[in-house]
């Protein structure tokens, strides 16, 4: 409470009116689906989840002005001044926006092709709660970079952008939308170019080389940016030493502990996990890779979405999912879904176990843990919907729901340098927060309960904009 009425007036006076303009600023399209545009409001006697491990906190207001969280607190206790908005929030729980870190805005189309899903990408996150996305790997980058701007200007709905460069990917590439990088010299070429051009960030991919790797980090380290990657020639410590940020998907694509590794080659996806299966994530090997991640300060993404596509039987049939894909899209999924099993059988089911204890594991080790859906494989995961799994599947590899609530939303956040300004939901942030009925503290599926979506403030009708992809993913 003392925080708030220290906060409150001179919050207020900075920025009186940035609500109001930036509702003002949106075009129809967008206003379409906003339901809450007035400059101060409140929401009172809902449940908080602050995003940053906190417990729960019931019965609190939340008053936002000026696009920014002005007051958190006891909803006896926080004034709501004369004219603002009241919501009761009544049975429903606001958490801060989710900040997905492999969100991409494509989506497989047949063999080796991606379609970019400007259409419906952008407004199945913003439906399921998600305000900031890292693309993490784009397969057309004037587009996504059109996309963050139109979004950013009010012409689309959709959550801020931040836009990683095409794949920085070594000769092998298994789609012909990828380029094969030639030499470490080219790598650095390659950075300055999209750097120059106004990508956000870099991701290397499965087959690059140690050199190539190096040039790059080196470039994109100089510009003050940061690079992950998807990795296989080259090895989680190799990376580390290398001096890489951040690697996706975690332990399944490791492949340093393969005995016939040979320097910047990636060994067969089938064989590196037989050696995985092999190993106990508790055990020495293991454990020493986690040690020099944590000491080198190399995040890890969760994608634990597009690895359960490959357990027989998982994830449950999602009506809504299903209803949001385009037929050919929705055909392809559910006839490949229909062969798993006969090929993968229980292997698949015992990494993604595994999986999930490495993720646990590095946490406890001290590893910033962030997550994303991955929207890719053979189809099934899906902007937004995927994020919602993606937080019960943190729930089920043993994070609590604020653990995984904090993964989804703080951690994102303080990856991108962006915890200043959003990843949890307190006085001073910008208002991105999501409100949910029900309590996912208690029933993490109630993560699926989305009623509205603040973005800079302004209240998005999430069924809205569910209802307004249905049929698309896939085709755009
Ligand atoms: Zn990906």
Redesign the pocket.
């Known amino acids: 409470m003392r925080r708030f009425s220290f906060l409150f007036p001179a919050l207020f006076l900075l920025c009186p009116h940035l609500a109001g303009q930036e509702a003002a600023s949106l075009s129809p399209g967008v206003r379409a689906f906003v339901s809450i545009e007035d400059p101060v409001f409140a929401i009172t006697h809902a449940t908080v989840v602050d995003g940053t491990g906190s417990p729960a906190l019931a019965d609190q207001t939340v008053l936002v002005s000026g696009g920014l969280i002005q007051a958190v607190g006891p909803a006896s206790t926080v004034q709501i001044p004369a004219g603002a908005t009241v919501m009761d929030g009544t049975g429903h729980t606001l958490i801060p926006g989710i900040v997905g870190m492999?969100d991409?805005i494509f989506y497989p189309a047949g063999p080796g092709h991606y379609n970019t899903l400007e259409f419906s990408a952008p407004r199945l996150y913003l439906a399921a709660g998600v305000t900031t996305i890292r693309t993490?790997?784009g397969m057309e980058p004037y587009a996504e970079m059109g996309l963050r701007d139109a979004i950013r200007d009010g012409r689309i709905p959709g959550p801020e952008m931040h836009v990683t460069s095409p794949y920085l990917e070594g000769p092998g590439a298994f789609t012909l939308q990828m380029h094969e990088l030639e030499s470490p010299e080219e790598a650095r070429r390659m950075v300055a170019y999209w750097a120059d051009t106004g990508v956000d960030d870099f991701?290397a991919y499965t087959n690059i080389t140690r050199a190539q790797l190096a040039a790059a980090i080196d470039e994109i380290h100089a510009r003050g940016m940061k690079i992950t990657g998807?990795l296989c020639s080259i090895g989680f410590r190799e990376a580390a030493e290398l001096g890489i940020d951040n690697l996706?998907?975690g332990l399944v694509v490791n492949t340093e502990f393969f005995p016939g590794k040979e320097p910047d080659q990636c060994p067969s996806s089938r064989q590196n996990r037989q050696t995985l299966l092999s190993m106990d994530v508790d055990g020495p090997e293991i454990q020493e890779t986690i040690r020099i991640l944590v000491e080198a300060g190399v995040a890890i993404t969760s994608?634990l979405p597009?690895f359960e596509l490959s357990v027989p039987g998982r994830p449950p049939v999602d009506q809504g999912v299903l209803d949001a894909m385009a037929p050919s899209a929705r055909d392809s999924y559910l006839t490949r879904r229909a062969t798993i099993g006969a090929s993968s059988g229980s292997t698949a089911g015992d990494m993604l176990a595994m999986e999930m204890a490495f993720e646990r594991s590095f946490v406890e080790a001290g590893g910033l843990l962030i997550a994303?859906p991955?929207?890719?494989g053979y189809g099934g995961v899906l902007p937004g919907f995927g994020n919602f799994r993606q937080i019960e599947l943190l729930v089920e590899a043993g994070f609590s729901p604020l653990e995984a609530i904090k993964i989804a939303t703080h951690n994102g956040a303080l990856y991108l340098e962006k915890l200043d300004r959003i990843g949890t939901l307190e006085a001073g942030k910008q208002a991105d927060m999501v409100l949910i009925q029900g309590d996912p503290t208690t029933d993490i599926s109630d993560i699926r309960n989305v009623v509205t979506v603040f973005k800079n403030g302004v209240g998005y009708d999430s069924a809205k904009l569910f209802a307004a992809v249905k049929g698309t993913v896939g085709v755009r």
């Open positions: 492999h991409h993490t790997g991701k998807h996706e998907h994608t597009v994303g991955d929207p890719t």
